[in-house]
């Protein structure tokens, strides 16, 4: 990005950021999730710092927070309420460590005081000779609001501390409201028939500011210390927390001492997984200089202090810059938009890239290059684009629109189809060369899918594998990896010995994964892993002996599109879909190679199921289970009986909740589905 660039792009983070701040800090609402302001404020910082002859006086780095509400006394703070500069990925601890070092000359040693970053409102509590005296808000950092009537319907906050401490002392610390208060909380408001609260932290930011403490009272409030200023000095950071226990107040239970950044990254890799299991919300650690003549030392920058920085734990949501959108040629032919973003870290992992489904959706919430958009993870699995931040919009942007070819080829949209599709029998017909990049394309997206975890999981045959194979014209469909040899591998780049007697070994092996296992693999369309086990327990209806995988395909042939129909769960469309695969004589030619191959895909005689605990009913699975796979999940219900489908309805009978359930178990409580979890399965097994 050069100067102009720079100039321009941060004119519109300050705007946005601004408006974001004076909304919530001001006026007590919230346009932008917390997670995805972070992100841009975080872009700010780091863009200013390389270019920072354009920093401004009002920058949002330079300030905390809005100024103070109307409708309180105004206080200013004794000693400024400074804020902490964030950081978002373990290199950019090590930098300030380095930072740390520079300033002091040598590097430090004298360790590192971590303590979990509560996600709730700031407040300073002044203590008079031990007698609560005032509660002030942070307000801009130099002047806050008297909110000490409120404060003192807080009873985690002391009117006199527990020990004498003579003449002025200030308690910095942190209001809250636990996660089960809030739950309560928005019960009660649901009883009412009024509006629920968004989240826990506006919750308490809102409470403190109400002018009628008998409301504040019934909020549920709650409060940790963790600074001292004034009336008493101390050795280190810790020392502080030991002193806010004495004189009676509570402190985030679960700091620890760090010698090293090594220990601070296990600490923080810790909690960023168990903080879910937390009473409150944290969103993620601050981590301090431990010894406090080194950090008052260290002095201040700006609006935070240089020996203390807050990680934040992968948001849930963020925002990033959408670098290009690309079209991706699928398995059907199919046509999938992807965002390609500049790559950001969310919920625990980096995302740049995220589907964009289909022109519809681009054009529904008006997708362009170049936009800043928020991201978030459904379910905390899938990275989709939640919205654009048109404020950020650089000029000179043009909606977008599908070109009308790829590699030459005709880009077509069958009526009544969200989808755009290359036409393949148009392209096969064709025999050109970009033809033939299509179908190769094609090609490798099949492979791909047959080889999938949930097909026929063939260990070492992933993307750039199949890729390669392909390009190397080594294979033309499923049915050539089976004669693949160790001594073709070996003249495909990347493969050595082992790598290639090892996916010789497990394509070998995938002969015998369940007939179930292959239908899906096949990527016919419209039938996903469900319906292929529909169809292969219909194959063992009635029959007492194994089925051969030349027996199956010959009673599919035989099918008729009324037979199809009538299979419990395949309606009129993937009875069609199925039906016109098993007559296409091209597919049927692959099938039989599979059959010459040695292909088994055995079928044991299906027994019916009279008892077990998912008997006749329905179960959805969401979320990840600690003690099987999804796959492994699902096999363990139908043998018990059950069936599985992939949404919640009012059919459903149950729904096997995991960590990081998503929108089906919203939907499960709101139709009161029996929700089991992890533990409760296993007890029914």
């Given at each position: 990005?050069?100067?102009e660039?720079?100039t321009?792009?941060l004119?519109?983070l300050r705007?946005?950021?601004?408006?974001?701040?004076?909304?919530?800090?001001?006026?007590?609402?919230?346009d932008m999730?917390?997670?995805?302001?972070?992100?841009?404020?975080?872009?700010?910082?780091?863009?200013?710092?390389?270019f920072?002859?354009?920093?401004?006086?009002?920058?949002?780095?330079?300030?905390?927070?809005?100024?103070?509400?109307?409708?309180f006394?105004?206080?200013?703070?004794?000693?400024?309420?400074?804020?902490?500069?964030?950081?978002?990925s373990?290199p950019?601890?090590?930098?300030?460590?380095e930072?740390?070092?520079?300033?002091?000359?040598?590097?430090?040693?004298?360790?590192?005081?971590?303590?979990?970053?509560?996600?709730g409102?700031?407040?300073?509590?002044?203590?008079?000779?031990?007698?609560?005296?005032?509660?002030?808000t942070?307000?801009?950092g130099?002047?806050?609001e008297?909110?000490?009537?409120?404060?003192?319907?807080?009873?985690?906050?002391?009117?006199?501390?527990?020990?004498?401490?003579?003449g002025r002392?200030?308690?910095?610390g942190?209001v809250?409201?636990?996660?089960?208060?809030?739950?309560?909380?928005?019960?009660?408001?649901?009883?009412?028939?009024?509006?629920?609260?968004?989240?826990?932290?506006?919750l308490?930011?809102?409470?403190?500011?109400?002018?009628?403490?008998?409301?504040?009272?019934?909020?549920?409030?709650s409060?940790?210390?963790?600074?001292?200023?004034?009336?008493?000095?101390?050795?280190?950071?810790a020392?502080?927390?030991?002193?806010?226990?004495?004189?009676?107040?509570?402190?985030e239970?679960?700091?620890?001492?760090?010698?090293?950044?090594p220990?601070?990254?296990?600490?923080l890799?810790?909690?960023?997984?168990?903080?879910?299991?937390?009473?409150?919300q944290?969103?993620?650690a601050?981590?301090?200089?431990l010894?406090e003549?080194?950090?008052?030392?260290?002095?201040?920058?700006?609006?935070?202090?240089?020996?203390?920085?807050?990680?934040?734990?992968?948001?849930?949501?963020?925002?990033?810059?959408?670098?290009?959108?690309?079209?991706?040629?699928?398995?059907?032919?199919?046509?999938?938009p992807?965002?390609?973003?500049?790559?950001?870290?969310?919920?625990?992992?980096t995302?740049?890239r995220?589907?964009?489904?289909?022109?519809?959706?681009?054009?529904?919430?008006?997708?362009?290059?170049?936009?800043t958009?928020?991201?978030?993870?459904?379910?905390?699995?899938?990275?989709?684009?939640?919205e654009?931040?048109l404020?950020?919009?650089?000029?000179?942007?043009?909606?977008?629109?599908?070109?009308?070819?790829?590699?030459?080829?005709?880009?077509?949209?069958?009526?009544?189809?969200?989808?755009?599709?290359?036409?393949?029998?148009?392209?096969?017909?064709?025999?050109?060369?970009?033809?033939?990049?299509?179908?190769?394309?094609?090609?490798?997206?099949?492979?791909?899918?047959?080889?999938?975890r949930?097909?026929?999981?063939?260990?070492?045959?992933?993307e750039?594998?199949?890729?390669?194979?392909?390009?190397?014209d080594l294979?033309?469909?499923?049915?050539?990896?089976?004669?693949?040899?160790?001594e073709?591998?070996?003249?495909?780049?990347?493969f050595?010995?082992?790598?290639?007697e090892?996916?010789?070994?497990?394509?070998?092996?995938?002969?015998?994964?369940?007939?179930?296992?292959?239908l899906?693999g096949?990527?016919?369309?419209?039938?996903g892993?469900?319906?292929?086990?529909?169809?292969?327990?219909?194959?063992?209806?009635?029959?007492?002996?194994?089925?051969?995988?030349?027996?199956?395909?010959?009673?599919l042939?035989?099918?008729?599109l009324?037979?199809?129909?009538?299979?419990?769960?395949?309606?009129?469309?993937?009875?069609t879909?199925?039906?016109?695969?098993?007559?296409?004589?091209?597919?049927?030619?692959?099938?039989?190679?599979?059959?010459?191959?040695?292909?088994?895909?055995?079928?044991?005689?299906?027994q019916?199921?009279?008892?077990?605990?998912?008997?006749?009913?329905t179960?959805?699975?969401?979320?990840?289970?600690?003690?099987?796979?999804?796959?492994?999940?699902?096999?363990?219900?139908?043998k018990?009986?059950?069936?599985?489908s992939?949404s919640?309805?009012?059919?459903?009978?149950?729904?096997l909740?995991?960590?990081?359930?998503?929108?089906k178990?919203?939907?499960?409580?709101?139709?009161?589905?029996?929700?089991?979890?992890?533990?409760?399965f296993?007890?029914?097994?």
């Amino acid at each position: 990005m050069n100067h102009e660039q720079a100039t321009e792009r941060l004119s519109k983070l300050r705007t946005e950021i601004n408006l974001q701040r004076y909304n919530v800090h001001v006026l007590n609402k919230e346009d932008m999730s917390e997670a995805a302001l972070d992100s841009l404020k975080h872009e700010l910082t780091q863009l200013e710092q390389e270019f920072p002859d354009l920093i401004t006086p009002d920058s949002p780095s330079q300030r905390v927070a809005g100024k103070a509400m109307e409708g309180f006394k105004k206080v200013t703070h004794q000693s400024r309420m400074l804020s902490l500069n964030d950081v978002f990925s373990y290199p950019e601890l090590n930098v300030w460590e380095e930072r740390t070092a520079k300033l002091l000359g040598q590097p430090y040693t004298g360790g590192y005081y971590a303590e979990l970053k509560l996600d709730g409102f700031a407040l300073s509590l002044i203590y008079i000779d031990g007698l609560f005296s005032q509660a002030v808000t942070r307000g801009d950092g130099f002047v806050g609001e008297d909110v000490t009537v409120n404060a003192r319907t807080i009873e985690a906050i002391p009117l006199r501390l527990s020990q004498a401490v003579p003449g002025r002392v200030e308690i910095r610390g942190e209001v809250y409201i636990a996660k089960k208060d809030f739950a309560y909380i928005n019960a009660e408001q649901e009883k009412k028939g009024l509006p629920t609260y968004a989240n826990p932290r506006n919750l308490a930011a809102g409470s403190m500011r109400q002018l009628d403490p008998q409301l504040v009272a019934n909020r549920r409030l709650s409060f940790f210390g963790y600074a001292v200023i004034g009336g008493k000095t101390f050795a280190t950071h810790a020392d502080e927390h030991t002193f806010i226990q004495e004189v009676g107040l509570p402190v985030e239970p679960h700091s620890q001492l760090c010698s090293t950044l090594p220990q601070i990254e296990q600490f923080l890799a810790t909690w960023e997984e168990k903080r879910k299991d937390l009473a409150y919300q944290t969103d993620g650690a601050v981590i301090n200089i431990l010894d406090e003549g080194v950090f008052k030392e260290l002095g201040v920058i700006g609006k935070a202090p240089r020996g203390a920085v807050a990680f934040k734990f992968s948001a849930e949501q963020t925002t990033t810059i959408v670098k290009d959108i690309v079209l991706r040629v699928g398995r059907t032919g199919a046509i999938t938009p992807t965002a390609e973003f500049e790559p950001v870290r969310i919920a625990g992992t980096t995302v740049a890239r995220a589907t964009l489904h289909n022109a519809d959706e681009i054009a529904r919430k008006d997708i362009r290059i170049g936009d800043t958009v928020i991201i978030q993870k459904a379910g905390d699995i899938i990275p989709e684009v939640l919205e654009v931040v048109l404020s950020l919009r650089p000029s000179g942007t043009v909606p977008y629109l599908y070109p009308e070819t790829i590699h030459g080829v005709p880009v077509i949209r069958r009526a009544g189809e969200a989808a755009h599709y290359v036409d393949v029998k148009a392209v096969e017909a064709a025999g050109s060369d970009e033809g033939d990049v299509v179908l190769s394309e094609i090609l490798k997206r099949k492979i791909e899918h047959y080889a999938s975890r949930g097909a026929m999981d063939i260990t070492g045959l992933g993307e750039k594998v199949v890729a390669r194979l392909v390009d190397a014209d080594l294979v033309s469909s499923f049915a050539e990896l089976y004669i693949l040899t160790k001594e073709q591998l070996l003249t495909v780049e990347g493969f050595a010995e082992l790598s290639a007697e090892n996916l010789v070994t497990a394509i070998k092996e995938s002969v015998d994964k369940p007939l179930a296992k292959l239908l899906f693999g096949l990527g016919i369309r419209h039938v996903g892993s469900e319906t292929a086990i529909t169809l292969a327990r219909y194959l063992g209806v009635g029959i007492d002996h194994q089925l051969t995988f030349s027996d199956a395909l010959n009673r599919l042939r035989t099918l008729t599109l009324d037979a199809f129909e009538k299979l419990p769960d395949v309606g009129p469309v993937v009875a069609t879909s199925l039906f016109s695969y098993f007559q296409n004589p091209h597919e049927q030619a692959v099938l039989d190679q599979l059959v010459a191959a040695g292909m088994h895909a055995p079928l044991e005689p299906l027994q019916k199921v009279t008892v077990g605990p998912f008997v006749g009913k329905t179960v959805v699975l969401t979320g990840t289970l600690a003690a099987y796979s999804r796959e492994e999940a699902s096999d363990l219900i139908r043998k018990a009986g059950g069936k599985i489908s992939t949404s919640v309805s009012a059919e459903t009978d149950y729904l096997l909740a995991g960590e990081k359930a998503g929108s089906k178990l919203t939907k499960a409580e709101e139709l009161e589905v029996a929700i089991l979890t992890e533990e409760e399965f296993a007890g029914l097994l």
